[in-house]
C-alpha cells in the first residue's frame, strides 16, 4: 500500500510541478533570456511556456529512460514480470505531465491539436497500465527512451516563435531534431522484435488486455505518427536546404 502511495504522490507532484512550470516559471524565465518575448501575442507565449514546460519533461523522462537503456539490470525485453523501480517512477513523471499537457489543451484552444491529444490518451492508457502492473518494462523504457528527441523539438518551436529562425542556432538545432528523432524514435522500431520469443512460447499472452492493447494498438499507431512526424520534419529540412 506504502508502495501505490508513493507512486500517486509522484504522479500528482509531477503535474503540479509541470503545471507551475508552465503558469509561473517559464514565462519570468523567457522574459530575462529574450526581450522579444515580452513583445509577443498572449497566444505565442503560450506556445512558448507550454514548449518550456515540456523541454524540462523530456529532459527528464529522455534522460531516466537512456540511463536505464545503457544500464539495464533486469529491464530485458526477454523480462515478462519484473518491478523496476527506475520504469515506474519515470512512468509516473511522464503520467503527471501528460495530465498537465491535456489540461493546457483544454484551457487553452491554441494548444489543441488532435493528433498530439491522441498520443496523449494513448501514452496515458499505456503508461498507466505500464505503471500499476510491474509487467514488460523494457517496453515502457523504450516510450521514455523515445522522449530523448523532444528537447530539440521544443527548442525549435521556441526558437522559431522568438523569431529565430534564420539564427544559427536554429538551423544546429534542426539537424540534431533529425538525427535524435531519427535515432530514438524510428531507429527503435526494431526493437519491439525482440517481443517475439515470447509471442511464440505464449507467454506474452499472459501480461493483461490493458498491457496486449498498448502493444499491438497503440505502439504501432504512434509509430506511424513518428513517421508522419519524421517526414514533415524531413520536408522542412528541404525547403531550408533549398533556400
Known amino acids: 500500500m506504502a508502495y501505490r502511495l508513493a507512486h500517486i504522490l509522484t504522479i500528482v507532484s509531477s503535474l503540479i510541478f509541470h503545471l507551475s512550470i508552465f503558469r509561473w516559471l517559464a514565462a519570468p524565465v523567457m522574459k530575462r533570456i529574450s526581450s522579444t518575448f515580452r513583445k509577443l501575442s498572449p497566444k505565442k507565449q503560450v506556445v512558448i511556456t507550454n514548449s ?3 523541454l524540462v519533461h523530456s529532459v527528464v523522462v529522455g534522460g531516466m529512460g537512456a540511463y536505464v537503456f545503457m544500464y539495464p539490470g ?3 525485453p526477454t523480462k515478462l514480470w519484473y518491478d523496476s523501480s527506475a520504469v515506474r ?4 513523471i511522464f503520467l503527471g505531465y501528460t495530465v498537465a499537457d491535456l489540461l493546457v489543451m483544454a484551457t487553452h484552444p491554441a494548444q489543441y491539436d488532435f493528433m ?7 501514452s496515458v492508457f ?3 497500465a ?3 502492473v510491474p509487467v514488460l518494462p523494457y517496453c515502457s523504457n523504450l516510450v521514455f527512451l523515445q522522449e530523448l528527441s523532444t528537447p530539440f523539438v521544443n527548442l525549435r518551436i ?3 516563435e522568438l523569431g529565430q529562425k534564420t539564427s544559427l542556432l536554429y538551423k544546429l538545432n534542426g539537424v540534431l531534431m533529425l538525427v535524435v528523432f531519427f535515432t530514438c524514435r524510428l531507429a527503435t522500431i526494431p526493437l519491439w522484435f525482440q517481443l517475439s520469443p515470447l509471442m511464440e512460447t505464449g507467454k506474452l499472452y499472459t501480461v493483461g488486455t490493458a498491457m496486449l492493447v498498448g502493444i499491438f494498438g497503440f505502439i504501432p499507431v504512434s509509430c506511424v505518427f513518428d513517421l508522419y512526424w519524421f517526414s514533415k520534419m524531413c520536408k522542412g529540412a528541404y525547403r531550408t536546404l533549398s533556400r
Do not use: A, Q
Not at 116 to 122: D, E, G
Open 52 to 54: 518550456v514546460m515540456s
Open 126 to 128: 499505456g503508461i498507466l
Open 74 to 76: 533486469e529491464v530485458l
Open 158 to 160: 521556441i526558437l522559431y
Open 130 to 132: 505500464g505503471t500499476v
Open 116 to 122: 498530439m491529444l491522441v498520443h496523449h490518451l494513448m
Open 89 to 92: 517512477y519515470t512512468g509516473c
